[in-house]
T-cell receptor, first 114, second 113 residues
Framework: DGGITQSPKYLFRKEGQNVTLSCEQN?????MYWYRQDPGQGLRLIYY???????QKGDIAEGYSVSREKKESFPLTVTSAQKNPTAFYLC?????????????FGSGTQLSVL | AQSVTQLDSQVPVFEEAPVELRCNYS??????LFWYVQYPNQGLQLLLK??????LVKGINGFEAEFNKSQTSFHLRKPSVHISDTAEYFC???????????FGKGTKLTVNP
C-alpha cells in the first residue's frame, strides 16, 4: 500500500543529545513537510522540501535540521539547540511542490525528553 | 501573513445531534481551504477541500462545509453525529499557487451518548 511511514512511534531524548526522526514515502510525491504539534497549538511548519536536494525553513526551524537526498526520504534531526523538543511530530507529502491540493500525513512520532 | 481562526477549542455534543465547527481565515486573495480530522495518536486525514466551483463542499463521513468569501469563513457541519466522530478537527488554508498550508489550532469534538 502507498503511504507515508514515520519511525519510531515513540522517541526519548536525553539532555544534549541529537535525535533523528525518519519519514519515508512511496507515493512518488515531489514535496515533503515536517510539522510540530503541541496541545492547543495546532500544527506549525518546521521545514519543507519541494524537490530533491532542496529545502526551506518553515515558521519554527530553529533547533532542527533536515536533508532531502532521496525523493522518498525526508529525515528530521532535533538538535540539542532545541530546548523544548517534547511534541508530536508529523511528516506529510504532496504530489506537487508548488501548489498544495492535498497533504498526506504519516502517523506521527511522539518525542519526549528524559 | 495568512492566518486561520477556529473559534471553539472544544465542542461537546450528544449523539445524533447536529454540529457546526467554525473556521475563519484572513486573506484578500484566492485561497484553497481544507478540513482535516485527527484521531488520538494518529496523523491527519483529509475530510474535504474547497479549491474552486460550488461553495458547498461534501466530504467523507457525512461532513460538509460552505465557503463564504464575503465572511472569509469555511464552517464544517454534520446533521447527525456519531460517537465515532469524536476527534480533533483542523481547518487549514493555502493561498492558491502557494507551497505552504497554514493550520488553525484545532477543535476537539466530543460526542457523548
Amino acid at each position: 500500500d502507498g503511504g507515508i511511514t514515520q519511525s519510531p512511534k515513540y522517541l526519548f531524548r536525553k539532555e544534549g543529545q541529537n535525535v533523528t526522526l525518519s519519514c519515508e514515502q512511496n507515493l512518488n510525491h515531489d514535496a515533503m513537510y515536517w510539522y510540530r504539534q503541541d496541545p492547543g497549538q495546532g500544527l506549525r511548519l518546521i521545514y519543507y522540501s519541494q524537490i530533491v536536494n532542496d529545502f526551506q525553513k518553515g515558521d519554527i526551524a530553529e533547533g532542527y535540521s533536515v536533508s532531502r537526498e532521496k525523493k522518498e526520504s525526508f529525515p528530521l534531526t532535533v538538535t540539542s539547540a532545541q530546548k523544548n523538543p517534547t511534541a508530536f511530530y508529523l511528516c506529510a507529502s504532496s504530489p506537487s511542490g508548488t501548489v498544495i491540493e492535498k497533504l498526506f500525513f504519516g502517523s506521527g512520532t511522539q518525542l519526549s525528553v528524559l | 501573513a495568512q492566518s486561520v481562526t477556529q473559534l471553539d477549542s472544544q465542542v461537546p455534543v450528544f449523539e445524533e445531534a447536529p454540529v457546526e465547527l467554525r473556521c475563519n481565515y484572513s486573506s484578500s486573495v484566492s485561497v484553497y481551504l481544507f478540513w482535516y480530522v485527527q484521531y488520538p495518536n494518529q496523523g491527519l486525514q483529509l475530510l474535504l477541500k474547497y479549491l474552486s466551483g460550488s461553495t458547498l463542499v461534501k466530504g467523507i463521513n457525512g461532513f460538509e462545509a460552505e465557503f463564504n468569501k464575503s465572511q472569509t469563513s469555511f464552517h464544517l457541519r454534520k446533521p447527525s453525529v456519531h460517537i465515532s466522530d469524536t476527534a480533533e478537527y483542523f481547518c487549514a488554508v493555502s493561498p492558491s499557487a502557494s507551497e505552504k498550508l497554514v493550520f488553525g489550532k484545532g477543535t476537539k469534538l466530543t460526542v457523548n451518548p
